[in-house]
């Protein structure tokens, strides 16, 4: 049987023979910063003192929780320990790492020494503290529930002075706080107190404020570059944008907006150019008549006759023979959400009947401009009744425009609306909607064009609320157009058109 006397530093201080002494610097090993080995010194002696035969030896080394029994939480075998006089020294974690799976910031952990094919020596070495290790207990001083950790959990802060986290930046420039992500910065709060927010990807949901049921009050998307106040979803909650008040107009800058508490008005300021100076505050929803332009027809009253139709006074163009016009007839039934109804009644001849429309070729077609109308059939089907809506510039025959954009209904074509437009050579270009009209029934079509150029035309037709599309065509603009409503029959039988109403805004790209 063998004995061992040891010593074991991590830092030079004062041994003593039969006792082990340890230094713990910290609760974790780091690495680069220090040697992750600890030194062990020992004598073996044989059971009468005497030392052991000078060679070399195969030694196991054991770490344990307990002073006995248990199972080791780390060990190491080094085959070829030389002992010369009984002295031996090692490393420990020369063979396997430390800490590896030992916790030296708990305070029982003890050494278990066997050598050859002795049994384990007994008891157990447990090691202890150097006198300046008990610093390791605490930083500047401090102990360590006075830092904030990262990464460890909910930090609790009783103080009731002072702030959980201060930071007293007395440089010029630098940053008070950088986070980053992949050493992109994420988060930055500047010398001045200014703050950066920047995701590394884009999100829908790149900036988020929430109330304590976690229902959206702010959302930034930065997917689709979308600023929500309140849910990006409609829902039952209530999130509303106030803007400022005030009695009086402030100082402008183009696109301002707020509250004039004197007059009971929202106010919009809009420039004529981009010197803000050169522009003025108006009512919010003014149409700026240099801008833009609309006209609008309920359909509530008017004559009979061209130039009189409506509160616009449309004109009338025959199709062979002449239809006949009046107001909110028994069918379709007026209501409070249709006040006003026109009925165009043509003559009981095949392709006869006539069209409304705001001057014959009177405007361009051009980006920005929409028409919007609702309109029904008393009669669809096959050899019915057909109908034109837009802008076009044939207002006078059955056969299709030349130039423009417009819905179309002809049930020798198809079944369908269709929508139409014609290109530069010129030739028509119609395609099918999903949606068939139905008798009696009102549809409601609209016609927006986005842009007009060579191969890059695009508009936008809607029948009841879907969306079909054109784009990279060019539409013939070679002559003028005209808001024109079109109906005629099919067969050689009187048939009935209704407008609800109809609606013609244009925009200019330039202050006129």
């Not at 080094?78 to 396997?96: E, H, K, M, P």
């Not at 049930?411 to 010129?426: G, Q």
Request: hydrophobic share 40%.
């Amino acid at each position: 049987m063998l004995r061992v006397w040891a010593r074991v530093a991590l830092i030079p201080t004062i041994v003593l023979f039969g006792i082990v002494a340890l230094s713990i610097i910290s609760t974790s090993i780091a690495h680069g910063a220090i040697n992750s080995q600890i030194s062990f010194q020992g004598k073996l002696t044989n059971t009468d003192g005497t030392n052991v035969t000078n060679g070399t030896y195969s030694i196991v080394f054991s770490m344990y929780t307990t002073a006995s029994g248990g199972s080791a939480v780390w060990t190491e075998t080094q085959g070829s320990v030389v002992v010369t006089d009984g002295i031996f020294q090692v490393n420990l974690g020369s063979v396997t790492s430390l800490p590896g799976s030992v916790d030296f910031n708990f305070g029982s952990v003890y050494l278990g020494v066997k050598v050859g094919a002795d049994p384990e020596m007994s008891p157990r070495i447990l090691f202890t503290a150097s006198p300046y290790a008990f610093n390791s207990d605490s930083l500047g001083g401090l102990a360590s529930g006075s830092y904030t950790q990262l990464a460890q959990g909910v930090q609790t802060d009783g103080s009731t002075t002072n702030a959980s986290i201060a930071i007293n930046k007395t440089g010029a420039t630098a940053k008070l706080m950088d986070l980053q992500r992949g050493g992109v910065s994420v988060f930055n709060i500047n010398n001045d107190g200014s703050t950066l927010i920047k995701n590394s990807t884009d999100s829908a949901t790149e900036f988020l404020i929430q109330d304590s049921s976690s229902a959206p009050l702010f959302t930034v998307d930065a997917v689709a570059n979308r600023l929500y106040v309140g849910s990006t979803t409609a829902d039952a909650a209530n999130v509303l944008l106030v803007l400022d008040s005030a009695t009086a107009d402030p100082a402008g800058v183009n696109g301002g907006m707020y509250y004039n508490s004197t007059q009971n008005t929202y106010r919009c300021y809009r420039g004529i150019n981009a010197t803000a100076g050169d522009g003025a505050w108006e009512p919010c929803g003014m149409q700026p008549i240099d801008r833009t332009y609309i006209q609008e027809d309920d359909f509530f009253f008017g004559g009979t006759a061209t130039g009189t139709i409506g509160s616009l006074g449309w004109a009338t163009s025959t199709i062979g023979g002449a239809p006949v016009y009046t107001y909110n007839n028994a069918t379709p039934a007026v209501t409070s959400d249709r006040p006003g109804i026109l009925r165009l009644r043509t003559t009981a001849v095949a392709n006869q009947g006539g069209t409304l429309s705001l001057g014959t070729a009177s405007m361009a077609v051009g980006a920005e401009q929409t028409m919007k109308t609702a309109v029904a059939m008393s009669a669809v089907g096959a050899t019915t009744t057909a109908m034109r809506i837009g802008l076009h510039n044939e207002t006078t025959a059955a056969t299709r425009p030349t130039t423009g954009v417009w819905w179309e209904y002809d049930s020798a074509v198809n079944a369908n609306w269709e929508y139409c437009y014609v290109n530069a050579t010129p030739a028509t270009v119609c395609a099918a909607s999903a949606v068939a009209p139905v008798a009696n029934t009102f549809n409601t079509l609209e016609i927006r064009i986005k842009t007009i150029g060579v191969g890059t035309s695009a508009v936008d037709f809607f029948v009841n609320g879907t969306k079909y599309s054109i784009s990279a065509v060019t539409v013939n603009t070679t002559a003028l157009v005209a808001p024109a409503l079109t109906c005629y029959a099919q067969g050689a039988v009187l048939r009935d058109c209704f407008v609800d109403y109809a609606q013609i805004k244009g925009g200019s790209g330039t202050y006129r």
